[in-house]
């Protein structure tokens, strides 16, 4: 989406109304080539999924680290929106209050980020799974 267009919806919204999604398939985080979406053979070429028979999109590649660093690099949008767009209100969308925010009683699910807001540990449940 253009940047312009989601910095219009977070605008428009509100923050805590607006969740950043990803419908992200096999393929994504993986180079260029041949997968498989369930029975349909998909094509990935710079990073957009496509039908190889019929060319449609066949769902994204897409993370969630780039999710939140076009939302803050190119729409504009605060940092701390951004993070709870990717966090606290989906959990509680889901209903879920054991998860998307740190306080006692929670999972204790973290991702530190570097600067530029890629990626540099993850920790799952209190304890470090992820060192980049």
Not at 2 to 21: D, E, K, T
Not at 69 to 89: I, S
């Amino acid at each position: 989406m253009h940047p312009a267009i989601i910095a219009h919806a977070v605008n428009s919204a509100g923050p805590g109304r607006f969740i950043l999604v990803t419908d992200a398939m096999d393929a994504t985080d993986m180079s260029d080539g041949s997968y498989m979406l369930g029975s349909l053979a998909v094509t990935v070429k710079e990073g957009v999924a496509r039908l190889t028979e019929g060319g449609a999109i066949a769902g994204s590649t897409l993370t969630m680290e780039r999710a939140v660093q076009f939302t803050v690099q190119e729409a504009g949008v605060p940092l701390e929106v951004a993070l709870e767009a990717a966090t606290k209100t989906p959990a509680l969308a889901l209903g879920r209050t054991d998860i998307g925010h740190l306080d006692a009683g929670a999972r204790a699910d973290l991702v530190v980020l570097n600067a530029d807001l890629s990626v540099s540990q993850v920790y799952q449940g209190g304890q470090l799974v992820v060192t980049r």
